[in-house]
């Protein structure tokens, strides 16, 4: 019997059904946040049989789809209903224990501020809740990542990746889960204090480990102003910049060496991180490229970003529905491992790129792939942010590898650490320095300049459209074959 024309014509590669699970997997998700609901079970069970037996590539590949589809709601369905006990306290007063995930920090009023999570509420009943709390209160002097803690407050509903807030709360401490990462890090920070200066210390900081608590508010708004922000967040965009640096010093040296040095480089951000969103999704978008080509193996970049997003929206699929910084690092990882390399081969066609312009070029991508959401969302953009993330960015490799040493001089040898840490102060002073002087030019921060929703779609077509054009096979005219043929 013959197979149908659009049977034959149709080859469905392995990436591809991977791609069709993820993208539809996340389609389940919005469904499940609209509250549409599917035949899930029946669909999944479907899926199922698509891996026996049956051969035909379209029929196999929507079925997949199907699959993800169904799971995606299933997955989105069960989370919601958990989080509901956030609805129905709101606005009460509520007593809860959960385990502190971030170093508190004096917030306004004097109040310690850090964050919660795996919350178990106690009163006025009894159940245990998935998601983050925003806690702002008194009771304890210091509150510590790994602690437990007993709050009790108003609980009031928020939006983003967080499910609630609570303030002027009661705080006390119960236990505390410290492991030897926490502690690390902790001396690190104090090591950081004692081989720099101010703020030297706390950027230092910020750009190795996120602790951007302790920057001074004039410092904060400079690196806002500038658009510099997302490097004081230890977000997955600087450990991307990392690897990716790592890699080509080391590729041709050693592959071996490369690959321990780049899984190195995410355990330790891992670790002393605590293993926060932002790092994770990097981490996994990172160990999958690496894991390909290790093993010799081309992987699509837009499999491995849509597997990075359905791998993380699966397990908190809040990220997807409301986390700016999860939409932000998945437009940033596109900048860098579609865009970007698109750029490159165009311009430097089938040679490798010198590692400073590929370093600028993927900065760039990152962050026109950002500006259109922040606008959207916030409003406001920085006319120097291309130029600002040029200046600095370029450095920060440099400047966490110097930070780094400086730390554990000022760890181990703190009466030595001012000679071993000058070079990272003076890499420090001069992107604090540049932030500042950029962030003074008059008129460079522009708010209330929001994007509507059209606005957005319409750059983000452009940008796609942009990659089309530049993966098209470049146009040899009749004086450049007859060159070639000689």
């Known amino acids: 019997m013959k197979r149908l024309w659009w049977s034959r014509a149709i080859r469905v590669k392995r990436t591809d059904k991977v791609l069709a699970v993820c993208v539809s997997f996340l389609v389940g998700l919005l469904l499940a946040r609209l509250h549409l609901d599917l035949p899930g079970l029946f669909v999944i069970l479907l899926g199922v049989l698509t891996f026996t037996g049956v051969k035909k590539p379209l029929f196999h590949f929507i079925m997949l789809a199907l699959f993800g589809l169904s799971l995606g709601v299933w997955r989105g369905a069960g989370y919601l209903q958990a989080l509901q006990p956030y609805q129905e306290l709101a606005r009460q007063k509520v007593t809860l224990r959960a385990k502190v995930s971030q170093d508190a920090v004096y917030g306004t009023s004097k109040q310690l501020s ?38 009790t407050g108003k609980l009031y509903p928020t939006r983003g990746g967080k499910q609630a807030t609570m303030s002027y709360a009661q705080v006390s401490r119960i236990a505390g889960e410290q492991t030897w990462a926490d502690s690390f890090r902790r001396s690190f920070v104090a090591g950081m204090q004692t081989a720099l200066p101010e703020p030297a210390a706390s950027f230092g900081s910020g750009l190795l480990i996120g602790q951007r608590n302790t920057l001074p508010f004039a410092i904060t708004q400079a690196f806002l102003m500038v658009g510099l922000t997302h490097i004081i967040a230890v977000s997955g965009y600087n450990l991307t910049i990392l690897v990716n640096a790592a890699k080509r010093l080391l590729e041709k040296r050693s592959k071996q060496a490369m690959v321990i040095t780049a899984l190195g480089l995410i355990g330790f951000f891992l670790l002393v991180t605590g293993a926060s969103a932002s790092i994770v999704r990097a981490s996994v978008v990172s160990g999958l490229a690496l894991s390909a080509w290790y093993y010799g193996r081309s992987v699509r970049p837009m499999v491995l970003i849509m597997l990075a997003a359905a791998m993380t929206a ?19 990882f596109f900048g860098i491992l579609v865009l970007a390399p698109a750029v490159l081969r165009r311009f430097w066609l089938k040679r490798r790129p010198p590692l400073l312009a590929a370093m600028v070029v993927e900065t760039l991508a990152a962050e026109i792939m950002t500006i259109p959401l922040v606008m959207f969302i916030f409003g406001q953009v920085s006319l120097v942010a291309l130029v600002a993330n040029v200046l600095v960015v370029l450095f920060i490799p440099i400047a966490m590898l110097l930070s780094f040493i400086a730390g554990l001089a000022g760890m181990l040898i703190p009466l030595a650490s001012g000679w071993v840490a000058w070079p990272a ?9 540049t932030a500042s002087l950029l962030a003074r030019l008059p008129h460079v921060f522009q708010t209330n300049v929001y994007l509507s929703a059209v606005d957005m779609a319409t750059c983000y077509g452009l940008v796609l459209w942009g990659v089309f054009l ?4 470049r146009r040899i005219w009749f004086s450049e074959l007859a060159t070639n043929e000689h």
Do not use: C
């Not at 102060?425 to 320095?433: G, S």
């Not at 530049?470 to 096979?473: A, C």
């Open 425 to 433: 102060q003076l890499l420090l002073t001069y992107m604090l320095d």
């Open 314 to 332: 699966y397990a908190t699929p809040v990220y997807f529905w409301s986390d700016i910084g999860w939409w932000l690092s998945m437009l940033a």
């Open 470 to 473: 530049l993966h098209r096979r």
């Open 114 to 151: 850090f964050e919660v999570k795996k919350v178990h509420f106690i009163s006025p009943r009894n159940v245990e809740v998935p998601g983050t709390i925003k806690v702002n209160g008194f009771g304890e002097l210091a509150i510590y990542r790994g602690d437990v803690v007993e709050i």
